[in-house]
C-alpha cells in the first residue's frame, strides 16, 4: 500500500508477484463490466513508479525463493497473497461435468492464466449457482447480460462462448434465508435492473421481513427492504420482455443446502442437484442452517459453486491455521516470527470489498512503522534487499518481471483492445506475455 511512503521517507518496498502481470483480484476478480472499481489500479501504479518501490512479477515466493531468504534480505516481509484456492461443496457428484468452482470460472472469464482452458459447457438453459454473495451476483449477471454490457476487459474467447451461451434461467441458492444474505445492495439492485431479465422471488420468503429488520443495521434493512418490495411487485413490462417470447429469468433460492450433484443416465454430466430444505436456529447473522429430512431436486445443466475463497499456506517456515485458512497474527504481526507481517484476506479470512481490504493493508503498515520506531525491527544492520534476492533468482534461472515491463504487456493489451473496439484484449498465456517483453 502507500501508507509507508507518506510516513517514512526513507523505506524502500520491492513487490514480488507471482504472475508476470501486477494487480491480482482487481484485474482477475473484478467483474469486467465493473470498469470504474479497477480505478485503484491508478493509485497503485502511481506507487509503482515511485523511486523508492519496485516490482518483480514472474516470481513464485515459497517455490522461486523462500519466505527465510527473504527475511534474510529485507528488515520486514509482508504477505499479502490472497486467498487462491476455493471451499468445496463436499458432496458426491461435485466433480461431474457440467460443475464448476467460482472461484475458476471467475478466472476464466476474467483471463486468469490458470483458468483460461475451462471451457464451460454453456449449452443448458438452466444454472444452479450456490451461494449468496457477491460473486454469486457477478457471475449470474455475466451469464444473463446483455452482449454489449460486457464488451470491456472480457476476454475474447468468454466473450465469443457467452454469445453462444444458451443459459437463461439462473438459481441462486444459499442454505439459509434472506437475512443472512452476504451480497451487498449496489449488487443486488443492478441484478434487479438488469434490461431483458425479470427477478423471480417467492413472495412467501419475505412476508414479515420488514418487521424483522426494523431494528437492524442501515445497510442490512435497506436489502432487505430492496428483496421485499422486488418479491411483492407486479412483474414489470419491459420493451424488451415483449420482443423476448421467453425473457431471462434469475431468482434466489433459499433455505436450502445441496447434498449431491445427480447425474445423467450415462454417469457423466450434471442433470440436476439435490438439495435438503433447512430450518434456521438462532437469528440475524449468527443463524445456523439445520436439515429438516425434507429433500428437493433442482434440473439444472450448469452448477457453480461459489461458496467462499480459501488461502492456502505459502511456506513452511510461516505459521497458518488450517481451519480459518489465516496466518495467525496480530494487526498484521505474524505470531512468533518478529519482521514478518501479513494483510489482507490472508490474515483476515476472504471477506470484504477492496476499501476493506485496503484499510486493512494500512493497519499492517501502521504495524510496521511502530515496530521500525519501537526498535522491533533492527535497522542498524543494512540489508540487501533486491540485491541478494536478485542473485537467488538468477541462480535458480528465474527471470523476474519488472514494472516498465509490465507497462509494454499492458500497451499491447490496450492496442489489441482498440483494435476490437474494447479498452484492453488481455494476454491470457504467460508465456506469450514473457516472449512479448523479450524474456
Known amino acids: 500500500s502507500e501508507q509507508p511512503d507518506r510516513h517514512h521517507d526513507l523505506a524502500q518496498v520491492d513487490i514480488y508477484e507471482k504472475l508476470p502481470v501486477p494487480f491480482g483480484l482487481v484485474r482477475f476478480g473484478v467483474a469486467p463490466d465493473h470498469p470504474e472499481v479497477k480505478n485503484v489500479i491508478n493509485t497503485f501504479t502511481h506507487t509503482a513508479r515511485s523511486d523508492r518501490c519496485a516490482y518483480y512479477g514472474n516470481v513464485t515466493v515459497g517455490r522461486d525463493v523462500t519466505v527465510g531468504e527473504l527475511q534474510q534480505a529485507y528488515h520486514a516481509v509482508v504477505l499479502s497473497y490472497g486467498a487462491e484456492d476455493n471451499r468445496v461443496l463436499g458432496i458426491p457428484g461435485e466433480n461431474l461435468s457440467g460443475v464448476y468452482s467460482a472461484r475458476a470460472f471467475v478466472g476464466w472469464y476474467n483471463g486468469l492464466p490458470e483458468n483460461r482452458d475451462l471451457k464451460p459447457d454453456l449449452s443448458c438453459e438452466t444454472a444452479l449457482i450456490v451461494g449468496h454473495g457477491n460473486v454469486a451476483l457477478d457471475i449470474a449477471r455475466i451469464l444473463l447480460s446483455p452482449l454489449d454490457f460486457l464488451r470491456t476487459d ?74 421485499v418490495k422486488t418479491a411483492l411487485e407486479k412483474p414489470r413490462e419491459k420493451a424488451a420482455m415483449v420482443q423476448a417470447a421467453i425473457p431471462r429469468l434469475w431468482g434466489l433460492k433459499f433455505q436450502r443446502s445441496p447434498q449431491e450433484v445427480l447425474p445423467t443416465p450415462d454417469g457423466t454430466r450434471v442433470r440436476g442437484v439435490r438439495m435438503a430444505l433447512t430450518r434456521l436456529e438462532g437469528l440475524g447473522e449468527s443463524a445456523k442452517a439445520v436439515p429438516t429430512g425434507d429433500v428437493e431436486e433442482l434440473e439444472c445443466g450448469l452448477v457453480l459453486s461459489s461458496i467462499g475463497y480459501r488461502s492456502l499456506p505459502l511456506d513452511p517456515a510461516v505459521p497458518f491455521d488450517t481451519q480459518h485458512g489465516v496466518i495467525p497474527n496480530s494487526s498484521g504481526r505474524v505470531m512468533g516470527v518478529p519482521g514478518l507481517y501479513c494483510s489482507g484476506w490472508v490474515k483476515r479470512g476472504p471477506v470484504g470489498v477492496i476499501i476493506t481490504t485496503m484499510n486493512d493493508s494500512f493497519d499492517t503498515a501502521q504495524s510496521v512503522l511502530e515496530d521500525l520506531q519501537g526498535g522491533v525491527l533492527d535497522v542498524s544492520v543494512s540489508r540487501e534487499g533486491f540485491g541478494a534476492v536478485g542473485s537467488i533468482l538468477h541462480s535458480r534461472g528465474i527471470r523476474p518481471v519488472s514494472f516498465s515491463d509490465w507497462e509494454k504487456i499492458d500497451a499491447a493489451e490496450v492496442a489489441r483492445g482498440k483494435a476490437a473496439g474494447k479498452p484492453r484484449e488481455k494476454i491470457v498465456d504467460p508465456q506469450e506475455m514473457l516472449q512479448l517483453i523479450g524474456h
Open 154 to 227: 472480457i476476454t475474447d474467447c468468454s466473450l465469443a462462448a457467452l454469445a453462444c451461451s444458451k443459459v437463461k434461467r439462473v438459481w441462486l441458492a444459499g442454505r439459509r434465508g434472506p437475512l443472512q444474505v452476504a451480497f451487498t445492495i449496489k449488487e443486488l439492485r443492478e441484478m434487479i435492473n438488469l434490461p431483458g431479465t425479470q427477478p423471480v422471488l417467492n413472495p412467501a420468503d419475505f412476508t414479515g421481513l420488514e418487521n424483522a429488520v426494523k431494528d437492524a443495521p442501515r445497510p442490512r434493512k435497506r436489502l432487505t427492504e430492496l428483496m
